[in-house]
């Protein structure tokens, strides 16, 4: 049983970071429902009618209900009267719309924890616009400082603002404001904002810009790629290798175990050398290849690794000994984490069809065979 057993968490069905939030609590052991919509919506990202890739929706269940239906909103209501917290990722105003607000859930339980995750936050003066991942990232100065020195920043997937910055925040704001409902016996409002956390996880990097040991030209800086010792390098089978040598004792090993000890080059603290040093590194980890390179490094602090396509890290000894990626229904994905001692995560079932559980669900609630024929006729519930 995972550390948020007997925690009830209602999810609003949409994309990114809310679900992914959801999929953490579910993992350490919260009951997730998710709330689908009744009628197909075009989300974006459509993975096909088999819900094994989802990966998203691993553990929970789901019901599918017409919101815009008195009895929708009444059975919505219901499940979050026994609920500890919702999450939702709409935009600001959406579900005050669908009768299903923050005051509105208060009025039926009043502990309810209401997280809600957006782009550019609640208020502001482009809280109601569009956006995306890519876009917040732009705004909060993320994006500037990723990528190469000459050229165009580059798009860090929609790992920094959809998950680092949005599904994580959420998930620390829903669980700290769980913590204090306990004492207060009150819910209130997470607000989550993609920018706000996107912008928090550069929080180093704005201490050392201040202090003046950071250039905002890309590509100028230790951990951005500027420093020959913390970047990838291409090998000769056309794969890479990664080095991360920061400290001058791992520095010194790196050297070693390129060969290169006994050789007159740059000091490292010598910015206008650097240029000299990654050519020379490039020129000599070009002249092997990722495996050889890999048995070189072998049991070394030189803060070396290979770059790995995701289905070769499925099957690194390293991943597969700590068991860092799990297979369900064919699917491999990543497994639950952090891990705990006693309280062990697990992936509590499958990813749910929209609506799957919606009978079981109802059954919960107290609604017979019959009532539950008749709500999905009437197109309150998908049956």
Known sequence: MGPLSGYKIIEMAGIGPAPFCGMLLADMGAEVIRLDRAESADLGLDLGPDPRFGVLGRGKSSIALNLKTDQGRALALELIAQADALIEGFRPGAMERLGLGPDACWAVNERLVFGRVTGWGQDGPLALRAGHDLNYIALSGVLHAIGPTEGAPVAPLNLVGDYGGGAMLLAVGVLAALLEAKSSGKGQVVDAAMIEGSALLMAPVHGMLARGL????????????GAPWYRPYQTKCGNYISIGAIEGRFYAELLQRLGLEDETLPAREDIAGHATLEQRFAEVIAGKTREEWCAIFEGSDACFAPVLSMSEAYVHPHN????????????????????????ASAIGGPPPADGAQGEEVLRRLGRSDAEIRALVEAGVVKG
């Open 320 to 343: 597969a000994a700590r068991g860092v990626f799990v297979e369900q229904q064919g699917v491999p994905q990543p497994a639950p984490a952090p891990r705990f001692s006693r309280t």
């Open 214 to 225: 950071w250039q905002e030209a890309r590509g100028r800086n230790i951990l951005d790629g």
